[in-house]
């Protein structure tokens, strides 16, 4: 039933696929899956299913929580192999897409069309579709054109009992809850995704993008304030601090003002006319605050440019340190100013690097810290100073996470979050769908089943 | 070649994965030990011994070596270095060796060319495939080249000569494509340049790849002896050129396009008969990613009068060549020349350009296994009969 070539297992094969992008716990799958079809995933999952086998969703294994990581080993699914756009429907803007497709190839298939497809996390041109949905994806766009909950239509999943399954309506409204919304963001939990109809958006006529470089962390975030409380929906409104101007300087060889504390890159896209529009009144709002430089991209390529500074920025980060891992979560906006201090205080105790990359507009904050992973030490600190900066959030009345998800990573925290009754019924929710939690153990619902150990475990070193 | 350590140099990698899609390896297999991210990770268990090296090989073995991780990279991982250095510490296996002491020895590549012409069949025997690869040949033996009859060039209308540069004959490029050396020849002469051959074979190249890093050095030095000290040293393969651009020869080191370009070729070019052709041009990995040249071999030939240049989808991905990578991997080398055909005749050209003997020979063959309706040329192969007016 399965192709020779889609089981593989081996030292080196479990070594590959021991982690995702959260690189300090680990856990060996037995064996990975390619399945090619979702008959394939569905045979597997039974198989699974069957023989009492813990399995794992992955997709392109570029999530930050740890949620591809097979944490009681067993079989990891890829669906890297279920990469089809099986049909495009432009008279209504929608098509239907396997799970493996990037979240890049979906614009490019329908770029000739003046559509695209809206989510737009940083990892876009890797990261799967199956793995948006799983981790409800945002990215810089998110501020106007909302994560990737409201850009699905439907999900076609493979129960964790090993059941088509498929949620969620083609066309706008219809009777009950959204039950679409209840697969995304549930992190792989409720069964592997193998395909979707996802909701295509036009690709705005204009955009305007300016690079704002401020002398305090103060000012930026007072000048973010401002812009949202003039009315003006910026299409992105993003923050970046002075650490992480040290690595572009050193990666692409970005200059900014001696003296600057805080980055800011804001754009306006739509109608040409109410862009322009926005866009003055946006620069006026920013020349305020007395900034010392206002980069205005002219063209395309500037533009391009000027979001490297922000979209590579924490990839950039690698040139500081051997290992960087990246926390997220939520703030109100306000608060900015004063996370920020607490954030800088907590790594200055820890003594470990620490960069700022704000998606400012909606406190989607990601304090990256920099740090060599081959010291027992620095990986311990660095796990201690992020669940300080999680409870801080929680303190400042914000949320654990914003779009990187929960997996393994702050599994712990969710109590802190949510109260008795709540966990109880998002328990029940999961045991309703996946009852011997066979389907991605250990993640996102804290005391499953023989997860106690390896949450012991990963509190340790990276081995 | 990087002076840093192998572990130093894996652990800069932060398993972003931004380079997952720009690698050939893995956008076949979808396997993450054929990936970029995978490879670094096996190199840096085994490194720090929580794996075995045998485990991690197979895995190096199947990796092209072309380096498109290294240009996707936001973390600046030397992937290119940290290739080579595995590879040392893995060695190479005894038929790579063999197959190299063949090739780079320009005298016995000749005649085991010329033998294999006369061989049944156009490949390796089966038998002896099987060894070096465990697979059945894809790749055709290469032919001696010849030179074509070029027109005489009419002297008086030539710049005069404003200085000599040396140009890098090589071991491969030597004996299968002397007409590319004429063609590089003839056009640093419309530019007002002398060429003086620099006969000595090898740059050591396809051994730094292969891991024989010892091989490697040895020939740069005989190299260098050969080599009038601070003449420019002209290379018009793209493997030997990003070779030479890290040794300590790179102050010298040009890729032809770029030297030809910056001395004005446009012009010359501009001032040709107008050629109505269409022309893709497929970027080799060692010109792209090894070495940056991306704009100048297409600026060069975007300036030939009449010329139709389209650009080729997913042109600076890895055609499966890659030195001696389809002999080694026979069926992955297969399955990206397809993909890289199938582009081709979307794009509907006429005419492939490209930088690099080994992609030259293997899209060639793919050609010439469609019946011909497609000419492969090297760039300045076809720059050159732009200007002497026989391209169209
Ligand atoms: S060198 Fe090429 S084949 Fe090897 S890992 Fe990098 S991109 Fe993949
Ligand atoms: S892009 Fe660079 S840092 Fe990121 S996974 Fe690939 S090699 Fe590692």
């Given at each position: 039933?399965?192709?020779?070539?889609?089981?593989?297992?081996?030292?080196?094969?479990?070594?590959?696929?021991?982690?995702?992008?959260?690189?300090?716990?680990?856990?060996?799958?037995?064996?990975?899956?390619?399945?090619?079809?979702?008959?394939?995933?569905?045979?597997?999952?039974?198989?699974?299913?069957?023989?009492?086998?813990?399995?794992?969703?992955?997709?392109?294994?570029?999530?930050?929580?740890?949620?591809?990581?097979?944490?009681?080993?067993?079989?990891?699914?890829?669906?890297?192999?279920?990469?089809?756009?099986?049909?495009?429907?432009?008279?209504?803007?929608?098509?239907?897409?396997?799970?493996?497709?990037?979240?890049?190839?979906?614009?490019?298939?329908?770029?000739?069309?003046?559509?695209?497809?809206?989510?737009?996390?940083?990892?876009?041109?890797?990261?799967?579709?199956?793995?948006?949905?799983?981790?409800?994806?945002?990215?810089p766009h998110t501020l106007k054109y909302g994560v990737t909950a409201p850009h699905i239509l439907t999900v076609r999943v493979v129960s964790p009992n090993g059941e088509m399954q498929e949620f969620g309506r083609r066309?706008?409204?219809?009777?009950?809850?959204?039950?679409?919304?209840?697969?995304?963001?549930?992190?792989?939990?409720?069964?592997?995704?193998?395909?979707?109809?996802?909701?295509?958006?036009?690709?705005?006529?204009?955009?305007?993008?300016?690079?704002?470089?401020?002398?305090?962390?103060?000012?930026?975030?007072?000048?973010?304030?401002?812009?949202?409380?003039?009315?003006?929906?910026?299409?992105?409104?993003?923050?970046?601090?002075?650490?992480?101007?040290?690595?572009?300087?050193?990666?692409?060889?970005?200059?900014?003002?001696?003296?600057?504390?805080?980055?800011?890159?804001?754009?306006?896209?739509?109608?040409?006319?109410?862009?322009?529009?926005?866009?003055?009144?946006?620069?006026?709002?920013?020349?305020?605050?007395?900034?010392?430089?206002?980069?205005?991209?002219?063209?395309?390529?500037?533009?391009?440019?000027?979001?490297?500074?922000?979209?590579?920025?924490?990839?950039?980060?690698?040139?500081?340190?051997?290992?960087?891992?990246?926390?997220?979560?939520?703030?109100?906006?306000?608060?900015?100013?004063?996370?920020?201090?607490?954030?800088?205080?907590?790594?200055?105790?820890?003594?470990?690097?620490?960069?700022?990359?704000?998606?400012?507009?909606?406190?989607?904050?990601?304090?990256?810290?920099?740090?060599?992973?081959?010291?027992?030490?620095?990986?311990?600190?660095?796990?201690?100073?992020?669940?300080?900066?999680?409870?801080?959030?929680?303190?400042?009345?914000?949320?654990?996470?914003?779009?990187?998800?929960?997996?393994?990573?702050?599994?712990?925290?969710?109590?802190?979050?949510?109260?008795?009754?709540?966990?109880?019924?998002?328990?029940?929710?999961?045991?309703?769908?996946?009852?011997?939690?066979?389907?991605?153990?250990?993640?996102?619902?804290?005391?499953?089943?023989?997860?106690?150990?390896?949450?012991?475990?990963?509190?340790?070193?990276?081995? | 070649?990087?002076?840093?350590?192998?572990?130093?140099?894996?652990?800069?990698?932060?398993?972003?994965?931004?380079?997952?899609?720009?690698?050939?390896?893995?956008?076949?297999?979808?396997?993450?030990?054929?990936?970029?991210?995978?490879?670094?990770?096996?190199?840096?268990?085994?490194?720090?011994?929580?794996?075995?090296?045998?485990?991690?090989?197979?895995?190096?073995?199947?990796?092209?070596?072309?380096?498109?991780?290294?240009?996707?990279?936001?973390?600046?991982?030397?992937?290119?270095?940290?290739?080579?250095?595995?590879?040392?510490?893995?060695?190479?296996?005894?038929?790579?060796?063999?197959?190299?002491?063949?090739?780079?020895?320009?005298?016995?590549?000749?005649?085991?060319?010329?033998?294999?012409?006369?061989?049944?069949?156009?490949?390796?025997?089966?038998?002896?495939?099987?060894?070096?690869?465990?697979?059945?040949?894809?790749?055709?033996?290469?032919?001696?080249?010849?030179?074509?009859?070029?027109?005489?060039?009419?002297?008086?209308?030539?710049?005069?000569?404003?200085?000599?540069?040396?140009?890098?004959?090589?071991?491969?490029?030597?004996?299968?494509?002397?007409?590319?050396?004429?063609?590089?020849?003839?056009?640093?002469?419309?530019?007002?340049?002398?060429?003086?051959?620099?006969?000595?074979?090898?740059?050591?190249?396809?051994?730094?790849?292969?891991?024989?890093?010892?091989?490697?050095?040895?020939?740069?030095?005989?190299?260098?002896?050969?080599?009038?000290?601070?003449?420019?040293?002209?290379?018009?393969?793209?493997?030997?050129?990003?070779?030479?651009?890290?040794?300590?020869?790179?102050?010298?080191?040009?890729?032809?396009?770029?030297?030809?370009?910056?001395?004005?070729?446009?012009?010359?070019?501009?001032?040709?008969?107008?050629?109505?052709?269409?022309?893709?041009?497929?970027?080799?990995?060692?010109?792209?990613?090894?070495?940056?040249?991306?704009?100048?071999?297409?600026?060069?030939?975007?300036?030939?009068?009449?010329?139709?240049?389209?650009?080729?989808?997913?042109?600076?991905?890895?055609?499966?060549?890659?030195?001696?990578?389809?002999?080694?991997?026979?069926?992955?080398?297969?399955?990206?020349?397809?993909?890289?055909?199938?582009?081709?005749?979307?794009?509907?050209?006429?005419?492939?350009?490209?930088?690099?003997?080994?992609?030259?020979?293997?899209?060639?063959?793919?050609?010439?296994?469609?019946?011909?309706?497609?000419?492969?040329?090297?760039?300045?192969?076809a720059i050159e009969m732009a200007c002497s007016g026989m391209l169209a």
């Open positions: 039933m399965l192709t020779g070539d889609a089981v593989r297992w081996g030292a080196a094969v479990d070594r590959a696929y021991d982690c995702d992008a959260y690189t300090v716990d680990r856990s060996a799958p037995a064996a990975v899956v390619l399945p090619s079809t979702e008959q394939e995933v569905q045979a597997v999952v039974r198989w699974c299913v069957a023989s009492r086998v813990p399995f794992t969703p992955r997709g392109a294994g570029t999530g930050l929580s740890g949620g591809a990581m097979p944490a009681l080993g067993g079989v990891v699914i890829s669906t890297k192999r279920l990469n089809r756009i099986l049909e495009v429907d432009l008279p209504n803007q929608r098509l239907h897409a396997e799970a493996g497709v990037t979240n890049s190839a979906l614009s490019k298939a329908v770029a000739h069309a003046g559509l695209h497809f809206a989510p737009d996390p940083s990892s876009q041109t890797v990261s799967t579709l199956g793995g948006n949905i799983a981790e409800n994806s945002g990215g066309v706008v409204g219809g009777p009950g809850p959204a039950w679409e919304r209840l697969v995304v963001g549930s992190e792989g939990l409720l069964g592997v995704v193998v395909s979707a109809w996802v909701h295509l958006t036009p690709v705005p006529k204009a955009v305007q993008t300016v690079l704002v470089a401020l002398p305090t962390i103060r000012a930026a975030s007072d000048a973010v304030a401002s812009v949202i409380a003039s009315g003006i929906v910026p299409a992105a409104l993003e923050m970046m601090d002075r650490n992480i101007l040290m690595a572009l300087k050193v990666a692409f060889g970005l200059e900014f003002p001696a003296d600057t504390a805080a980055l800011l890159l804001l754009e306006c896209d739509g109608e040409p006319k109410q862009v322009e529009e926005d866009f003055a009144r946006m620069l006026a709002i920013l020349k305020g605050f007395a900034p010392l430089e206002l980069r205005v991209a002219s063209d395309e390529a500037e533009r391009k440019s000027l979001w490297t500074a922000r979209k590579k920025g924490i990839g950039a980060m690698g040139r500081l340190a051997p290992t960087i891992v990246t926390h997220d979560g939520v703030i109100p906006p306000s608060t900015l100013p004063d996370m920020l201090e607490f954030v800088y205080a907590v790594a200055a105790r820890e003594g470990i690097g620490v960069a700022n990359l704000f998606h400012a507009g909606d406190g989607n904050l990601h304090p990256c810290f920099y740090f060599d992973d081959r010291d027992p030490k620095q990986v311990e600190s660095v796990v201690r100073a992020g669940e300080e900066i999680m409870r801080k959030c929680l303190e400042l009345g914000g949320s654990l996470t914003g779009e990187h998800g929960i997996g393994v990573e702050k599994v712990g925290l969710m109590h802190a979050m949510f109260g008795p009754e709540d966990m109880a019924l998002q328990r029940r929710v999961k045991e309703l769908f996946n009852p011997d939690t066979l389907c991605n153990p250990c993640k996102l619902i804290p005391d499953q089943k023989g997860c106690v150990e390896h949450m012991v475990r990963w509190r340790g070193v990276a081995t | 070649m990087s002076q840093h350590s192998l572990t130093d140099l894996t652990s800069h990698c932060i398993r972003c994965g931004f380079c997952l899609e720009d690698c050939p390896t893995f956008k076949i297999t979808g396997e993450e030990h054929e990936s970029p991210r995978g490879r670094i990770y096996l190199v840096r268990s085994a490194e720090e011994g929580k794996l075995d090296w045998d485990e991690a090989r197979p895995h190096l073995d199947r990796c092209l070596g072309c380096r498109a991780c290294e240009t996707a990279c936001p973390s600046g991982v030397e992937y290119g270095a940290i290739l080579e250095l595995a590879r040392e510490r893995l060695g190479a296996k005894p038929a790579t060796k063999m197959l190299l002491s063949g090739l780079t020895d320009s005298r016995k590549a000749r005649l085991q060319f010329q033998l294999g012409a006369m061989m049944p069949g156009k490949r390796m025997p089966a038998l002896l495939s099987k060894w070096v690869s465990g697979e059945t040949p894809e790749a055709n033996i290469p032919r001696v080249g010849t030179v074509r009859e070029w027109p005489t060039v009419d002297e008086s209308a030539l710049p005069p000569i404003r200085g000599e540069v040396a140009l890098l004959m090589g071991c491969v490029m030597q004996v299968l494509y002397p007409d590319v050396h004429e063609a590089t020849r003839r056009l640093l002469r419309r530019v007002g340049y002398r060429v003086h051959d620099v006969l000595g074979g090898c740059c050591g190249a396809l051994h730094a790849h292969s891991g024989m890093t010892k091989e490697a050095g040895d020939r740069l030095t005989d190299l260098k002896q050969q080599l009038p000290p601070g003449m420019p040293l002209i290379v018009n393969s793209a493997g030997c050129g990003s070779t030479l651009k890290e040794s300590d020869l790179k102050e010298q080191t040009l890729d032809a396009s770029e030297f030809l370009l910056a001395n004005g070729l446009v012009e010359v070019i501009r001032s040709g008969r107008e050629q109505r052709v269409r022309l893709t041009y497929h970027d080799a990995c060692h010109l792209a990613h090894g070495q940056g040249v991306r704009s100048q071999p297409r600026e060069l030939l975007r300036a030939i009068p009449g010329i139709e240049f389209v650009e080729l989808e997913e042109a600076d991905t890895c055609c499966g060549s890659a030195g001696i990578y389809n002999i080694q991997q026979p069926l992955l080398a297969r399955r990206l020349l397809e993909r890289k055909w199938e582009f081709v005749q979307q794009s509907g050209a006429q005419i492939v350009a490209t930088g690099n003997p080994g992609c030259h020979a293997w899209i060639a063959q793919r050609a010439e296994e469609a019946g011909q309706q497609v000419q492969v040329l090297h760039t300045l192969q």
